[in-house]
């Protein structure tokens, strides 16, 4: 089996959920130009108020299988509660097909994250919820809150 590159998928994904939440998702990220989106930690002087971060976690093992499976949290933190509410609600939406199920066969671009350049596609078999999004604790010492959701996601590299 080849090994698979969990970063490009992880950057792959956050790009298509940009794209279907209609977020910044910036080829090159600056002051003038700030991400709302990130896969795993966010640079916090370059993002949007609120960002949202994509981060793989130990989960469960899963089954065996020829695709790869990962437990993922999506937070979404900011200083505006509704803001971060409402972002983390678009997110866990867009990761739903239209009949609102999560999705299941679900094809994305994917791309590298450091030249944004294309890398082929990914197939997202199945992302399971493991919770709907929610608040976590009160706010930090910045003044941000946090609403977050997890999921366990299983792909494959098509090409």
């Known amino acids: 089996m080849m090994p698979v590159n969990v970063t490009n998928f992880l950057h792959s994904l956050a790009k298509a959920i940009a794209v279907a939440c209609s977020i910044p998702f910036p080829g090159t990220i600056d002051a003038a130009h700030k991400a709302a989106i990130w896969a795993g930690e966010a640079i916090e002087?370059?993002?949007?108020?609120?960002?949202?971060?994509?981060?793989?976690?130990?989960?469960?093992?899963?089954?065996?299988?020829?695709?790869?499976?990962?437990?993922?949290?999506?937070?979404?933190?900011?200083?505006?509660?509704?803001?971060?509410?409402?972002?983390?609600w678009a997110v866990y939406q867009a990761l739903r097909a239209s009949d609102g199920r999560p999705w299941r066969s679900a094809t994305i671009a994917g791309i590298v994250p450091t030249t944004q350049a294309a890398d082929g596609t990914w197939r997202v078999i199945k992302a399971d919820f493991v919770q709907p999004p929610g608040f976590v604790g009160g706010p930090d010492e910045q003044g941000r809150v946090m609403c977050a959701f997890s999921m366990d996601v299983r792909f494959v590299k098509v090409v």
């Not at 469960?60 to 200083?79: K, L, R």
Request: charged fraction near 20%; charge should be negative.
């Open 45 to 88: 002087s370059l993002a949007t108020d609120p960002f949202t971060t994509l981060v793989d976690y130990g989960g469960s093992a899963p089954e065996f299988n020829q695709a790869t499976e990962i437990a993922v949290q999506v937070a979404t933190m900011g200083t505006v509660r509704d803001a971060v509410r409402d972002r983390a």
